[in-house]
């Protein structure tokens, strides 16, 4: 079957570093991607990743590895503004095409 | 770049009547765009995929003559939610790829609330 594992929940300190996890399960890969969800608004795209290692974008970085079915994104120097819902997705090239979603991650950033 | 809008960003209707979303990819030709929706503290449920000029393709449980879509240039695709509801009531997000791109950029969704 198909399957996006990704803590529901996780709480951080303004200033800190925060690793949110993804574990995935799909009967094709054809890369990984991260969303930031602010409540009430729509997805915004963060990083794609499609080979092993680390894609660092500023304050975010994101790791892959396909033989363990894993990926993290990091966010660096949180600020409160990082408050939000992180998704994890993967492209299933084999799936009719389509992305398939975790349930996301709602992070909640601290003063 | 790379920028998606839809309209309405808000609409509110009466049960029973019907309700056309457009999704437009403002800075790019999207060759395939998707439908979304998404209840409250819930992640995103894909609707339908549509191709440019071609049948949108509807997930299990969707009904196709419920949700009509329509992808009849490069740059916009319709969503309208016939004889609505109040389950319709929803977040209703699209997004958009380019030709051999595999990322999916995201509209700023519309919120329907069928009374």
């Known amino acids: 079957g198909q399957n996006i594992d990704q803590p529901t929940e996780m709480t951080a300190t303004e200033g800190a570093i925060v690793q949110i996890n993804c574990t995935y399960q799909t009967s094709g890969f054809n890369g990984l991607f991260w969303y930031q969800q602010h409540a009430g608004e729509a997805p915004t795209f963060l990083s794609y990743n499609v080979l092993d290692g680390l894609e660092e974008k500023g304050r975010f970085s994101s790791f892959l590895s396909r033989s363990k079915g894993y990926s993290y994104l990091l966010l660096k120097e949180l600020q409160m503004k990082d408050s939000a819902s992180y998704l994890c997705a993967v492209w299933d090239a084999g799936n009719n095409r389509k992305l398939i979603w975790g349930l996301g991650t709602s992070l909640a950033v601290n003063p | 770049g790379a920028v998606v809008s839809q309209h309405p960003s808000w609409v509110i209707c009466k049960s029973g009547t019907s309700v056309k979303i457009e999704c437009r990819s403002l800075?790019?030709?999207?060759?395939?765009m998707f439908w979304y929706r998404q209840f409250p503290k819930q992640s995103l449920m894909l609707m339908a995929t549509?191709?440019?000029?071609?049948?949108?393709?509807?997930e299990q449980g969707v009904e196709k003559d419920k949700f009509l879509i329509n992808h009849a240039s490069l740059t916009l695709s319709t969503l309208t939610v016939t004889s609505a509801h109040p389950e319709d009531s929803s977040f209703y997000i699209c997004?958009?790829?380019?030709?051999?791109?595999?990322?999916?950029?995201f509209g700023p969704g519309t919120r329907l609330l069928v009374l």
């Open positions: 997004s958009a790829r380019q030709q051999y791109q595999e990322t999916q950029y």
């Open positions: 800075d790019f030709q999207a060759t395939t």
């Open positions: 549509s191709n440019e000029g071609s049948k949108a393709t509807y």
